[in-house]
């Protein structure tokens, strides 16, 4: 992304010629909506707005505004915080860039604060007041259960970053996160393959994801692998006691744990998997719910040695990851870790931008068809594509959780997989 | 094979009794554990709601900042004495008391004491105040959880037999309990202070009049449950996650232990802890997670109805 570099600079200088008086001028002029248009002379060179804005979206000559629609607030803030930033970077990196059709991006942001019905509420205040020409948001199924028909009665375009369980599909939702089939069969082929993996136990927290996936999982082990699964669990939200469970897979002795659990009982699960003796080096377990993220608060001492099946890891080794990893440490400290959803997240803005300029239109009906195909080579995780379902094609990958809580690359699929989120069998 | 290989069915059949047996072990630890972590949680509450009958609804905020305590004093200690690193935790959960118990006389002072006579209104300001907590606790330290490095000796397992492992981490925490058991129950019912406390209980007016200065009472007594908490919280750190929002992991358990025990008496409280901790690990054992935690509580709400007033309570006068 040299491209990128070499235009920050070039704002740098621009910026740099102005004198401190000049500057001070500047800014108490700042009132006069005239000299808003010379402080931005970038944009404002694209096509005339009323042929790229015939539905009466906020699009100006210059500007088009969209939604960031996350938790900031509740419980939910722990995962929506990565989101947030990703997306934010995506727009000011589109923005130095000369913004889309010629339009810089404004964003106004809403908090959906851990509550569904508010997430509701934001959406048809970005959708109906601030005429939004696409959302970036939220993160749990829920959240996103909450604001669909938002999105479908006001047509709206919303760009979900979430792996999620499938069974679902819009013409206003493009789901940048893998669907259940993507995260879950590569994944369990490859623990077959590799581990020689004959039973498995299969816990979750009590929710439509994890139980959508397993069972998803249990036909896959079932019908295809021809093993078994020998338990399969869920815990309450938040659940922070598991040595019962832990014992009984001591009992069973499954080849692999397969877990799905969230939020702080995440924390909590393997923290006592460590204490109970239970060595991951020995015992084979794969997740498909902790990215670095999670691991900040698991501590990669307690979960070294796991698997996890993901679409992207920050440590993979590409040019189109290097540069985002640095551009996002550059943005929000050298500290933050990126995960999956993260890197979906900062997806989202580049597909629509990229569909925006497809269609040569900001309308959503155009938007929403010229989705399909759509491709965005410069994907942290590799080369992405839009399917006619609106999910994305992306490799399936296996990474090894490290001391340090990064993920080492163990499997990659060798070829994009195709999402389908209305899996013939599996339900 | 079997037909259906559910998990009831697989706690029986191939099982030589030496697995049975180490299990059955290790499942009476799991439950004792269970058990130590809810007295842990509960006495701090139980001292504030019981002494005082202020229903402390930010106790989980208390817990969590007990949490971050000890998560700045691992940072400090790994940067800045990393030859003590292995005795960090005592000095942690010193601190955690010092600053849990500061912020519970802090906010008796500023918030608690001007409310004694509207106990509902107690409950919404408490509750107010959690959520100031969680937000400033989000604003301080990130909406992220973050993750407490604990030294080498307190992670994995005790081998007692070839197939018999305790958790370190577990027997860490029933020793705590115990230990904090003794000197609350000390502090309650055999130090002057003590006197105070249970004098003002009971009766307020009276306890007064024979020169017990009633609001210090009140002042310390709130100190005494947060602290507490702060440990509680502190010693969390290593069976649980540290985030702004985490107090609420625990906070609905602590609650039902202490209203299940009557609220009024410790031993309430400790029996009632057993009795929830045991009937949950041993249903969780057969059945499965969910199902244990809607069991558990169904069997509470229905010894709640047939006795109202919890498992013990203590005669007072009216």
Request: no cysteine; net charge negative.
């Given at each position: 992304m040299g491209w990128l570099m070499s235009d920050n600079e070039r704002d740098k200088t621009s910026g740099g010629l102005e004198s401190p008086f000049r500057r001070k001028l500047l800014m108490g002029m700042a009132a006069l909506p005239a000299m808003s248009l010379l402080s931005s002379p970038v944009f404002g060179a694209g096509p005339a707005t009323a042929a790229v804005n015939t539905t009466g979206l906020a699009v100006t000559d210059t500007e088009v505004t969209v939604g960031i629609l996350h938790s900031v607030t509740g419980t939910m803030a722990i995962s929506e915080t990565g989101s947030v930033q990703a997306e934010k970077l995506a727009i000011e990196q589109i923005n130095a860039m000369g913004g889309v059709l010629g339009r810089k991006i404004k964003f106004i942001q809403e908090d959906g604060a851990s509550d569904w019905p508010t997430f509701a509420e934001k959406a048809k205040k970005l959708l109906v007041n601030d005429k939004c020409a696409s959302v970036m948001g939220c993160w749990t199924s829920a959240s996103r259960k909450a604001v669909l028909p938002v999105f479908e009665q006001y047509n709206g375009m919303l760009y979900y970053p979430t792996f999620y369980e499938g069974l679902e599909q819009s013409k206003n939702v493009i789901y940048t996160g893998q669907e259940a089939t993507q995260q879950i069969i590569a994944g369990l082929d490859w623990v077959a393959k590799e581990k020689g993996a004959k039973s498995f136990y299969l816990l979750g927290s009590d929710y439509i994801w994890p139980r959508t996936s397993n069972k998803i999982a249990r036909k896959h082990i079932e019908n295809h692998l021809k093993t078994k699964v020998v338990g399969e669990e869920y815990f309450p939200?938040?659940?922070?006691?598991f040595n019962s469970v832990i014992n009984k897979i001591k009992l069973t002795k499954p080849d692999v744990i397969y877990a799905i659990i969230v939020g702080g009982s995440n924390v909590a699960f393997y923290k006592q998997l460590k204490a109970a003796g239970i060595d991951l080096s020995k015992q084979t377990l794969l997740t498909i719910s902790v990215t670095e993220d999670e691991i900040d608060g698991i501590g990669g001492e307690n979960i070294a040695g796991a698997f996890a099946c993901m679409k992207y890891f920050q440590s993979l080794d590409n040019a189109n990851n290097k540069a985002f990893v640095a551009a996002f440490k550059k943005m929000w400290g050298e500290k933050t870790v990126i995960g999956d959803v993260t890197q979906a997240a900062y997806l989202g803005p580049w597909l629509w931008k990229a569909t925006v300029e497809k269609a040569n239109s900001f309308d959503i009906d155009k938007v929403a068809a010229a989705s399909a195909g759509v491709e965005f080579k410069g994907a942290p995780e590799g080369y992405v594509r839009v399917h006619e379902n609106h999910h994305l094609w992306s490799k399936t990958r296996v990474g090894k959780a490290k001391l340090d809580g990064q993920y080492e690359l163990i499997f990659e699929a060798a070829e994009l997989v195709e999402p389908d989120p209305f899996p013939k069998g599996y339900q | 094979m079997r037909d259906s290989p559910g998990t009831e069915q697989l706690m029986?059949?191939?099982?030589?009794i030496g697995d049975l047996s180490s299990i059955f072990v290790m499942q009476g630890f799991a439950g004792l554990i269970l058990f130590s972590v809810f007295v842990l949680m509960a006495l701090g509450l139980a001292i504030i709601f019981g002494q005082m009958g202020v229903i402390n609804m930010a106790h989980g905020e208390f817990m969590i900042l007990g949490a971050y305590v000890t998560w700045m004093t691992s940072g400090f200690f790994q940067n800045n004495l990393p030859s003590l690193f292995n005795i960090y935790f005592f000095v942690a959960m010193a601190l955690a008391f010092v600053a849990a118990a500061s912020l519970g006389i802090l906010v008796e002072w500023a918030l608690i004491r001007r409310l004694y006579k509207r106990p509902l209104d107690t409950l919404l300001a408490t509750w107010g105040l959690s959520l100031i907590l969680q937000q400033t606790y989000r604003s301080v330290f990130g909406a992220r959880e973050v993750g407490v490095e604990l030294p080498q000796w307190m992670l994995g397992s005790k081998q007692v037999t070839d197939t018999i492992e305790i958790p370190i981490n577990g027997m860490f925490v029933m020793c705590l309990t115990v230990l904090i058991t003794l000197v609350v129950s000390y502090v309650l019912y055999w130090s002057p202070f003590g006197k105070q406390v249970r004098a003002v209980m009971q009766n307020r007016i009276m306890a007064g009049a024979v020169g017990i200065n009633t609001e210090r009472v009140d002042r310390y007594t709130f100190g005494l449950g947060c602290g507490i908490a702060g440990i509680a919280g502190s010693a969390f750190t290593m069976i649980g996650s540290t985030g702004p929002t985490a107090g609420q992991l625990y906070i609905v358990d602590t609650f039902l232990v202490v209203v299940f025990g009557g609220a009024t008496s410790l031993l309430g409280t400790i029996a009632s802890a057993f009795t929830i901790s045991q009937a949950q690990s041993t249903l969780e054992f057969f059945l499965s997670g969910s199902m244990a935690k809607v069991l558990t509580l169904l069997a509470i709400v229905g010894i709640l109805m047939l006795r109202p007033q919890g498992l013990f309570a203590l005669k007072v006068r009216k």
């Open positions: 939200l938040g659940h922070t006691q | 029986f059949g191939d099982y030589s």
